[in-house]
């Protein structure tokens, strides 16, 4: 057990809709980074918040969006969703904002737009 | 921007084998290396990670890795897998000046009997 706890683990849901996946990041973890994995595209970085604040930005789409809240949880939001966007999201934490901090991983949030 | 390749979509190693897995990095400077494993339905965990010293980093499970500059190349190394080593192996590279890690495409490990 990593420490992450992401929920829902599975999400089913239609193109058009919007969804909200939430991370709640190892205990005295800072930093939460989100990911997107799917089969055509590996692991996708999506972005990363620090203490709240936005740290670095990937390969997120304009419908995507993501904020850290002061308990330092996060949510991903997906809205006007399309069938491209079925994948599994991970969400990671680690100490600092640092790149040479091991992450750690949860499980992840599998998506499936119908 | 720094990147990293992984030859190697698909191996099959018979279990008491030896296992490579290749990992080539691009970054003009000493990147930060990392291999992590995801089991089936599991998140990424970190076996090893290289920043700076002696090129060969043991890890996790049994696993090591070792950096070589001169081919750009971070391989992961098994002397002798285990039915639960199978699983998907990313290699992964970070820069100083940045604040994340690019993956590779990842590589699945099949163990047979």
């Known amino acids: 057990d990593s420490g992450v706890t992401q929920t829902p683990k599975h999400l089913i849901t239609a193109t058009g809709q919007r969804v909200t996946l939430r991370c709640s990041p190892r205990s005295g973890d800072l930093s939460v980074y989100w990911y997107q994995q799917s089969l055509d595209q590996g692991l996708q970085f999506l972005i990363q918040?620090?203490?709240?604040?936005?740290?670095a930005k990937g390969n997120i789409l304009e419908r995507f969006s993501a904020q850290q809240f002061p308990d330092l949880h996060s949510e991903l939001n997906l809205s006007s969703l399309e069938l491209g966007d079925s994948a599994l999201y991970f969400c990671?934490?680690?100490?600092?904002?640092?790149?040479?901090?091991?992450?750690?991983f949860g499980s992840g949030t599998q998506l499936s737009v119908l | 921007a720094q990147s990293v390749t992984q030859p190697d979509i698909h191996i099959t190693v018979s279990e008491g084998a030896s296992l490579e897995l290749r990992c080539n990095y691009s970054?003009?400077?000493?990147?930060?290396l990392f291999w992590y494993v995801q089991s089936p339905g599991q998140g990424l965990q970190l076996l090893l990670k290289y920043f700076s010293g002696d090129t060969l980093v043991q890890g996790i499970k049994g696993f090591e890795a070792e950096f070589k500059r001169s081919q750009s190349s971070f391989n992961l190394r098994k002397p002798s897998v285990h039915w639960s080593d199978a699983a998907e192996y990313f290699c992964a590279v970070g820069a100083a000046d940045d604040y994340k890690l690019s993956f590779g495409a990842g590589t699945t490990v099949t163990v047979r009997a």
């Open positions: 990671a934490s680690s100490p600092s904002d640092r790149v040479y901090e091991k992450l750690f």
């Open positions: 970054y003009g400077a000493t990147p930060y």
């Open positions: 918040y620090y203490n709240g604040e936005e740290r």
